[in-house]
């Protein structure tokens, strides 16, 4: 229904009633496929409900670890946080989604790394 809607020309931004973008609802729905398809297709990840919250927050909020590790994949803002001033992993900790708060503390630790990297080796990308 979705590639079909977006053939025919409908906007992968549009917004229901509730502030939901496709990607949005496809998160809390928790339909991956969907959620697969509107990436591939540059939906946009930072879009947000009328909440604040993003799809990394719906995803933790359903509980999807496997759409939480879609999104990662993507590189989202892990420290974006919703109107009530919370982030993905505060609302994973609160739910006890513990492999969830796994995904989100693994994927901060690769960033952590990443970035010390890049900091040791200023020239190296330079050079390759």
Request: hydrophobic share 35%.
């Amino acid at each position: 229904m979705v590639k079909a809607l977006l053939l025919y020309g409908a906007d992968i931004e549009s917004k229901n009633k509730c502030g939901l973008t496709p990607l949005l609802l496809g998160v809390h729905g928790q339909k991956q496929q969907v959620v697969k398809f509107l990436i591939k297709k540059k939906a946009n990840l930072n879009a947000r409900d009328r909440y604040g919250r993003n799809a990394l927050i719906l995803a933790v909020r359903c509980g999807s670890a496997s759409i939480v590790s879609l999104l990662l994949e993507q590189n989202i803002d892990v420290s974006s946080k919703d109107l009530s001033g919370q982030t993905a992993r505060e609302y994973a900790v609160s739910s006890h989604h513990n492999v969830i708060c796994q995904l989100l503390s693994d994927y901060k630790e690769k960033q952590m790394l990443k970035i010390s990297s890049e900091n040791n080796n200023p020239g190296k990308e330079a050079e390759e």
